[in-house]
T-cell receptor, first 116, second 113 residues
Framework: ETGVTQTPRHLVMGMTNKKSLKCEQHLGHNAMYWYKQSAKKPLELMFVYNFKEQTENNSVPSRFSPECPNSSHLFLHLHTLQPEDSALYLCASSQEAGGLVGETQYFGPGTRLLVL | AQSVTQLGSHVSVSEGALVLLRCNYS??????LFWYVQYPNQGLQLLLKYTTGATLVKGINGFEAEFKKSETSFHLTKPSAHMSDAAEYFCAVSRGGADGLTFGKGTHLIIQP
């Protein structure tokens, strides 16, 4: 596989469930990102990892818990979500965050999450 | 702080007509500017970006954008629209650090036959 892959593509969960979203990049990049895309709102940056270290948490509620075991994999653990958390969750990667030039971010297809 | 404003949530043009999607930004530092396109049920794909150098940037699929610092704008254009251009277009700004991208709300481009 090439590029950035995300699984599952669709997820329905209840408010008491625990689930995880997975992202894998096959580009040899060192930085990975989670974004949330809600209807009628701009894409929102959630988390940034650079060389496996979290460098940004954009005021995300604790019911979202990221994990980056290595530079190729990124997880988003979900627990006790609310219906307003229903959205498309996009993963992206770039060569390195914090560089001197604008790094191109490469996006996965997203996981469409519905919280009931 | 950075922000991006995309004027018009929906833009409709006829096939073969000029496409103009507007983007204005605010940034406290010299910005890096991006246009991404999103087709239904897909992730975002980079169309073009401005970092330094030439202010007129050419991208994929015949699109181009011009960085105008005095107007804080980075409008996207294509001389002749094609039906396959129908999609959601996002303008984004970055400071180049570990801030990720700040996106506009997006513009849905509709192509009329």
């Amino acid at each position: 596989e090439t590029g950035v892959t995300q699984t599952p593509r669709h997820l329905v969960m209840g408010m008491t469930n625990k689930k995880s979203l997975k992202c894998e990049q096959h580009l040899g990049h060192n930085a990975m990102y989670w974004y949330k895309q809600s209807a009628k709102k701009p894409l929102e940056l959630m988390f940034v990892y650079n060389f496996k270290e979290q460098t940004e948490n954009n005021s995300v509620p604790s019911r979202f818990s990221p994990e980056c075991p290595n530079s190729s994999h990124l997880f988003l653990h979900l627990h006790t979500l609310q219906p307003e958390d229903s959205a498309l969750y996009l993963c992206a990667s770039s060569q390195e965050a914090g560089g001197l030039v604008g790094e191109t971010q490469y996006f996965g297809p997203g996981t469409r999450l519905l919280v009931l | 702080a950075q922000s991006v404003t995309q004027l018009g949530s929906h833009v409709s043009v006829s096939e073969g007509a000029l496409v103009l999607l507007r983007c204005n930004y605010s940034s406290s530092v010299p910005p890096y500017l991006f246009w991404y396109v999103q087709y239904p049920n897909q992730g975002l794909q980079l169309l073009l970006k401005y970092t330094t150098g030439a202010t007129l940037v050419k991208g994929i699929n015949g699109f181009e954008a011009e960085f105008k610092k005095s107007e804080t704008s980075f409008h996207l254009t294509k001389p002749s629209a094609h039906m396959s251009d129908a999609a959601e277009y996002f303008c984004a700004v970055s400071r180049g650090g570990a801030d990720g991208l700040t996106f506009g709300k997006g513009t849905h481009l509709i192509i009329q036959p």
